[in-house]
């Protein structure tokens, strides 16, 4: 019941125009809902950051602290890529597939050879993370670097949730909010849907699940179980690239 109560008080607050002693008490509607969908997109991006991380480490187990260094690494990669290309989309593919390259070669060098072993997996990649960190220091420096938007997702779109009402005219005031923003909310709402398919409902997801629960006998039937991990890891890694992309684009890389 008390979860039933804190949810329609939020949906009040949301959709429901705000009276005055209630403005006076917490501030401005827009604040608020501005504040809301700003912490609701950047759980987006730390879920694209996470989601990488937990399907490498929630499956394969294993320790991958370098995770965070990928990351800011497919940033980069997306700046220098939208910089030279002027395609913003074209920014996600290729920190993908450099970053899900790098991974490969993670898993197989480092992971492959310490199966099991999560202390030794934690202290070689966080010297992995600090070695990737300090040469995206030497390349690109100190220095902010910020993704432009293509003109189709710059500036506000108006949605339809209540912020006041105009004193002149006695209508409605509508939330403006970054179109950005919004759509990498819904990107980051499909691919949460489509990684749970891919894991619950497909084979190459039954083959991932089955090898984490008895890897010698998926490999008894035929299975080439580490080509599974390594796709994997693979994908896990390109996410964080993804991610990347993402951050340096209504934030920034440094």
Do not use: C
Request: aromatic fraction near 12%; hydrophobic fraction near 60%.
């Amino acid at each position: 019941a008390i979860w039933v109560l804190a949810a329609a008080l939020l949906l009040w607050l949301i959709f429901a125009p705000w009276p005055a002693g209630l403005v006076d008490l917490i501030g401005r509607k827009k604040i608020f809902l501005n504040a809301l969908f700003n912490g609701v997109t950047l759980g987006a991006l730390y879920f694209l950051v996470a989601s990488g991380f937990t399907l490498i480490f929630g499956l394969m187990k294993n320790v991958n602290l370098a995770h965070g260094s990928l990351y800011m690494l497919g940033g980069y990669i997306g700046y220098e890529t939208a910089t030279l290309t002027g395609w913003w989309l074209l920014s996600f593919v290729v920190a993908f597939a450099v970053v899900a390259v790098l991974g490969i070669a993670l898993q197989v060098l480092v992971f492959r050879r310490m199966e099991g072993q999560d202390l030794k997996q934690t202290l070689v990649t966080i010297g992995i993370s600090i070695v990737i960190a300090d040469i995206m220091l030497w390349i690109w420096g100190g220095d902010f670097y910020t993704l432009q938007t293509p003109t189709w997702l710059t500036g506000p779109v108006e949605l339809p949730l209540i912020t006041g009402v105009s004193r002149r005219t006695g209508e409605f005031i509508y939330l403006k909010y970054p179109i950005v923003r919004l759509v990498i909310l819904l990107a980051a709402i499909a691919i949460g849907v489509a990684m749970w398919i891919a894991l619950n409902r497909t084979r190459i997801g039954m083959l991932v699940r089955a090898g984490v629960d008895d890897r010698d006998m998926l490999s008894a039937t035929g299975v080439r179980i580490q080509r599974v991990f390594v796709l994997v890891f693979a994908f896990g890694a390109g996410l964080a690239g993804i991610a990347g992309v993402i951050g340096g684009t209504f934030q920034s890389v440094a």
